[in-house]
């Protein structure tokens, strides 16, 4: 075996190795790149990293001079397999298969040979070596939907028909489709196995998901003489309301212009469904029952989601509707907001199996159940998900009289689980990426190195993103454990000398705090959000400067809203100021701290509500998403402090009446 310093003191080893190796360039430059990994001790780290960074500019910069040159000083470092497959993709158009399949076999199951063969195989179908196309398929471990469609389109070729089943099952869900799978459904189509009703079904959720571009597309697969005029599309989709005005007195004549009809409906009702239920009452005696069901279907959609009265009654008239899981759902919040247990448990089990299945349905479909008095029943329904981690799984141990606690804690990893992690190259891949302040690129390594690990491996890994104090890679890593768990890397609380006091001195529970933070954040101090959100707590802009005023922060700068100390006391006395305009209720607070206390104000509801429902409700899944897991972070916290179980029923509470709101809109940004 060769050591690194046998190669490191005798440079004309390596010449004299190299003297053995293929003439091939690629396949040369690759192996050479092994022989490097052995090269230089780690006392060479930094200019190890300078050169990783300036091959990668050089390959991003298609400068394929430069990156030779960096290359070649790259030596030992931990991401030198990197530098290689910049190297293969710079000279990809060759197409140089030997050079690829030694550079993938060498590195087989890595994250970095996973996206390599992604886009090798994205460029043997652009030319249609489907032969290839379908071998380098079969060895991906998590394909992406246009690699599954290359793929499809190998099999097309040689006359697979199981390939059209596969694609008729994805017909209403894959909306948006990437390019690759354009030719898959063209010869759905050319099969002859979708009727015009399929056709328009599709269009329908495409109108639904905002999606009218793709939807127009679809409808260039009905019969030449079915298509819609564009131009009448467009002013359905664009200017609905002078669209209707204008029909001509024969409009219902044809399903095109029906169907254009009730798609201009379902755009009106996007902002107004009450306008648009006027239009509809208007047309509906033209429209077949298909038509005038859809268009009632949109119009409960949106009124569920601006939270109608009215929802309920227009779910009704939709009648057998086929539904998408979308209007499923707010199908049942819609019951949820009317109090209407007999409407919640008919809209749950009129749903898809693997739809109700989801926690969310299962505890309220319990719930429904309760009501009724079917106990034992609900009683069933709430053991199915009870135990999870989550906040139906809290609320489900709840109903069953169990208090919400962390499992015991699991051994700590020993010395050798610990140096496996240590020596896991994937980890040690997303270290150096880290090191690099390349976070991106980090966290796919990182998540890349978890497949399929057990929970042993993953408490090491955890416990080792802890020790370099990525808290959101321990925080996720302990998240998969199934059988083996420690909450106290799932719910990590750093920063503890700033937060605590900064908690204790705007009287704010620091349990919330930090399950806020954790949401947040992840506790990465140097984060920024897709729209300019920054540190701990995640403060927009305007947000942090109008705090810093309202609490008399005289020498505050936007350059200090990531500084930790000034990030959690702007946060935490926005939390305060938020709390005390909405009745001091954590709900209504967290959905305030994540879409505007506006917002918050506005989905209340004109009676008292159940904090579960309200939080189930927001029409925002984001917020939605957020306010539940910040909840649910907040009574594992209070566990993990105080030692005692938390109740997140008592912590939902009761959102109180819209009417009793006492500012307004100007009050905080």
């Known amino acids: 075996m060769l050591h690194s310093s046998s190669l490191s003191s005798r440079p004309g080893l390596a010449r004299r190795l190299a003297h053995y190796l293929p003439k091939n360039r690629l396949l040369r430059c690759s192996l050479l790149a092994v022989l ?30 430069k990156f030779e040159r960096a290359a070649s000083q790259v030596n030992g470092h931990e991401l030198a397999v990197y530098v290689e497959n910049y190297r293969l993709r710079l000279w990809m158009d060759q197409g140089d298969s030997t050079a690829m399949r030694d550079f993938l076999q060498r590195n087989d199951q890595s994250y970095v040979a996973e996206k390599l063969r992604g886009d090798w195989l994205r460029w043997l179908g652009k030319r249609q070596q489907w032969s290839e196309v379908e071998a380098e398929y079969a060895r991906l471990l998590a394909p992406e939907a246009d690699q599954t469609c290359w793929q499809q389109q190998a099999r097309l070729q040689r006359n697979d028909s199981a390939v059209l089943d596969e694609a008729g099952k994805q017909w209403l869900t894959q909306l948006e489709p990437p390019e690759a799978c354009r030719p898959v459904l063209e010869a ?97 005696g033209k429209l077949h029952d298909g038509e005038r069901q859809w268009a009632w279907s949109q119009i409960a959609l949106q009124a569920a989601k601006k939270h109608l009265s009215e929802a309920n009654d227009w779910y009704s008239q939709a009648g ?85 606690l962390p499992p015991p804690k699991a051994k700590a990893p020993d010395g050798d689980e610990q140096r496996a992690a240590r020596d896991n190259p994937g980890l040690k891949r997303a270290l150096a990426f880290f090191r690099l302040d390349m976070r991106t690129e980090a966290v796919r390594e990182w998540n890349w190195a978890l497949r399929g690990m057990p929970d042993r491996e993953l408490l090491a890994a955890a416990e080792l993103a802890k020790k370099h104090q990525i808290w959101d890679r321990a925080i996720n890593t302990a998240d998969k454990t199934r059988n083996e768990h420690d909450y106290s890397l799932r719910f990590l609380a750093p920063y503890g000398e700033q937060v605590r006091p900064a908690a204790q001195n705007q009287s704010l529970d620091d349990a ?21 959100a920054s540190g701990l707590m995640q403060l927009m802009p305007a947000t942090a400067k109008w705090v810093a005023k309202k609490i008399g922060l005289r020498d505050f700068h936007p350059g200090k809203v990531n500084d930790t100390e000034t990030n959690v006391l702007l946060g935490t006395s926005y939390m305060r100021l938020v709390m005390e305009n909405l009745d001091n209720h954590p709900v209504l607070a967290s959905a305030a701290y994540n879409a505007g206390p506006g917002r918050a104000r506005k989905w209340r509801a004109e009676r008292p ?61």
């Open 188 to 284: 759905l189509v050319a099969s002859q196995r979708l009727s015009v009703d399929d056709v328009w079904a599709r269009a329908r959720r495409q109108i639904e998901a905002n999606r009218p571009g793709q939807a127009q597309y679809t409808l260039n697969y009905l019969p030449e003489n079915q298509v819609p005029d564009s131009r009448g599309f467009d002013q359905a989709v664009g200017s609905s309301m002078a669209y209707l005005a204008k029909q001509p007195g024969n409009w219902f004549a044809s399903r095109s212009g029906r169907e254009l009809a009730a798609i201009a409906v379902a755009r009106i009702a996007g902002n107004d469904p009450r306008v648009a239920a006027e239009q509809l009452g208007k047309l509906q």
């Open 609 to 669: 509500l159940e904090g579960a429902i309200y939080a189930e409700t927001i029409p925002f899944a984001e917020t939605r998403d957020y306010v539940k897991k910040v909840m649910s972070n907040a009574v594992y916290y209070t566990a993990l402090f105080t030692g005692h179980p938390d109740s997140l029923k008592n912590r939902l509470g009761v959102v109180g009446p819209r009417a009793g709101e006492v500012f307004k809109d100007s009050d905080l940004p």
């Open 512 to 532: 919330w705090v930090y399950g806020l933070m954790r949401q947040e954040s992840r506790f990465i101090t140097h984060a920024k959000s897709n729209v300019g």
């Open 36 to 65: 490097a990994l052995t090269v230089l001790p780690a006392s060479a780290q930094e200019p190890r990293d300078t050169a990783f960074l300036t091959a990668r500019d050089a390959f991003r910069a298609g400068d394929r001079n």
């Open 320 to 404: 057998k509707a086929a539904l998408s899981d979308d209007a499923h759902q707010w199908r049942v919040r819609a019951a949820l907001r009317a109090l209407d247990w007999g409407r919640v448990r008919d809209a749950v089990q009129a749903m898809p199996p693997a739809l109700a299945a989801l926690p969310e349905w299962t505890y309220w479909l319990g719930r429904a159940y309760r009501a009724g008095g079917r106990t034992s029943e609900a009683d069933a329904l709430f053991e199915k998900i009870a135990g999870q981690a989550n906040f139906y799984g809290n609320l489900a141990d709840e109903e069953l009289g169990r208090s919400v």
